[in-house]
């Protein structure tokens, strides 16, 4: 089955800088990469997602690329603001299954 | 939101006793999904369903069974609870693309 994996597991930026989290992923047929993102007590919500025929997604200060080849993928939050701060999860499906397969999070603090 | 809730938000079980965990959906979408969240492990999939009477087994689904008689309903089962089940359950519904989750439930084990 589908295993993904996720860096790093805490990351902590000074507000304004930028933070990068990365995916990589095992099955090939896999060609749907969300991203979710979870406030404190609060269930996780889709902040962007990004299907295997694209190679970069943007939305705002939100960007998500995906390299094939090397089965990884990454979330890049530019311009952070403490409202960023939460756990962050990538996930991978395929279309012949929809199995919807996490990572094991990302906790991101936004230093003021 | 999307019409997925979850019940009961918050259950206290003893340990060798079943508990039935239910979720429902007005949005009739195909795929349900139960996930467990644990500190360190992020969301590990325990069962998900395909359709009416069409589920499968996730990577972590000792322990639990789930049935689904109708699309709305999606029911996870622990046979007989033990204090390693203790956790935050998560429902989720799909239909082509964006998973949708429900509000949670914080099962204890004692």
């Known amino acids: 089955g589908e295993n993904v994996e996720q860096h790093p597991s805490t990351l902590s930026v000074q507000e304004g800088d930028s933070a990068v989290i990365k995916c990589t992923y095992s099955?090939?047929?896999?060609?749907?990469f969300p991203w979710y993102k979870q406030e404190l007590g609060k269930r996780p919500q889709l902040i962007i997602d990004i299907r295997s025929n694209v190679g970069e997604k943007k939305d705002q200060r939100i960007a998500v690329t995906l390299n094939k080849t090397a089965k990884h993928f990454s979330l890049h939050i530019t311009e952070t603001q403490p409202e960023d701060s939460a756990v962050y999860f990538c996930a991978a499906s395929a279309s012949n299954d929809y199995k919807l397969s996490f990572g094991a999070g990302t906790t991101v603090t936004v230093r003021a | 939101d999307a019409g997925i809730t979850q019940s009961p938000r918050h259950k206290v079980t003893e340990t060798g006793t079943p508990v039935t965990l239910r979720c429902h959906q007005t949005?009739?979408?195909?795929?349900m999904y139960w996930y467990r969240q644990d500190p360190g492990h992020g969301l590990r999939l325990i069962h998900y369903s395909y359709g009416v009477k069409d589920t499968d087994k996730g990577e972590v689904s000792d322990g639990y069974s789930v049935s689904r008689s109708k699309t709305e309903d999606f029911l996870l089962t622990l046979e007989s609870a033990t204090s390693s089940q203790t956790s935050v359950y998560f429902c989720?519904?799909?239909?082509?693309?964006?998973?949708?989750f429900g509000q949670g439930t914080r099962l204890t084990v004692v």
């Open positions: 989720a519904i799909r239909g082509n693309t964006e998973a949708f």
């Open positions: 949005e009739n979408h195909r795929y």
């Open positions: 099955d090939s047929a896999s060609n749907y």
